[in-house]
């Protein structure tokens, strides 16, 4: 289930920034939509991660 997205700034080092930008156009996504897919993967990851341990 989404809910409706909030507006967030959020301050990144420079480097960092070109990085998710590079990956963005490589994905043909906007930074905000890579950003969001990074969390999600990363997300995912340490869900599974934590079910693998308590298993």
Do not use: C, H, P
């Amino acid at each position: 289930m989404e809910t409706q997205a909030k507006n967030y700034s959020l301050r990144i080092e420079r480097d960092l920034k070109e990085w998710v930008k590079a990956r963005a156009q490589s994905n043909n996504r906007s930074m905000n939509a890579e950003i969001g897919f990074i969390l999600k993967e990363k997300r995912m990851q340490e869900e599974e991660e934590q079910q693998k341990k308590a298993a």
